[in-house]
């Protein structure tokens, strides 16, 4: 793979996505040992932080694809910072427009996120909303979104909304099982509601810059740890 050329894409678009980086079966694992996490609950929400009990999420984190992506971005070894797993079933809001490094205030170029497809995703399923090119804003605004609490979703995920030029156009991309959307640090980004009959699963892994400064979180309780795979 030509990574030069997909970093080159990446700063220039503020997003990347990698196809076919997990196999089926692979993403079957990790919904299954997801669900077996969430079974004592009564809700869907998504798990923060599952790599820490999933032998399969925290090697799915350490795939060669996604790391050798990111390397080439960062110029330096990679730490994992965070993984989110979102069941998102039928009728769940997505995400209001937002700015992961609004959070994590992380160095500039330090801080990346993967969002790994577990099933296939497009706008009627709950896929990304993209606002390609609107990293180059940088940090933009927030303005506090008053509204019921929406069941099923991240607590954060529909708290504020980032304002943003009305030049930026948005972009809904259909991606298989398996693919991978890596998400610039400052890119703008939501999710449709899902509107089918089925569970949009999808895997959320933040990367950090090795001894890159970063804000840990009170919920999240982000700290980096050193990656392993066999994917």
């Known amino acids: 793979m030509n990574y030069e050329n997909f970093i080159n894409e990446f700063n220039k678009k503020g997003y990347f996505i990698l196809s076919g980086v997990f196999e089926s079966k692979d993403c079957e694992k990790i919904i299954s040992e997801a669900n077996k996490i969430k079974e004592k609950d009564n809700n869907y929400l998504p798990l923060m932080n599952p790599h820490k009990n999933s032998k399969s999420i925290m090697e ?75 990293h180059k804003e940088k940090k933009l605004q927030t303005l506090e979104n008053i509204e019921e609490k929406s069941f099923n979703q991240d607590p954060n995920a529909r708290s504020r909304i980032t304002i943003l030029p009305d030049s930026y156009k948005k972009i809904t991309p259909s991606i298989k099982k ?54």
């Open 60 to 134: 799915a984190m350490g795939n060669k694809t996604i790391i050798r992506f990111i390397e080439s971005y960062f110029k330096n070894e990679v730490y994992g910072l965070q993984t989110e797993f979102f069941f998102m079933p039928p009728h769940t809001k997505g995400f209001t427009p937002h700015q992961d490094n609004t959070y994590v205030q992380a160095d500039e170029n330090s801080f990346v996120s993967a969002w790994v497809a577990l099933t296939d995703v497009n706008e009627k399923n709950g896929g990304l909303i993209i606002w390609p090119m609107s």
């Open 178 to 231: 398996g693919d991978v959307i890596m998400i610039h640090s400052w890119l703008v980004h939501a999710s449709n509601d899902n509107k089918s009959k089925a569970n949009r699963n999808a895997l959320l892994c933040t990367y950090l810059k090795k001894d890159a400064n970063f804000r840990p979180g009170n919920t999240a309780k982000r700290k980096p740890f050193k990656l392993i795979s066999n994917l």
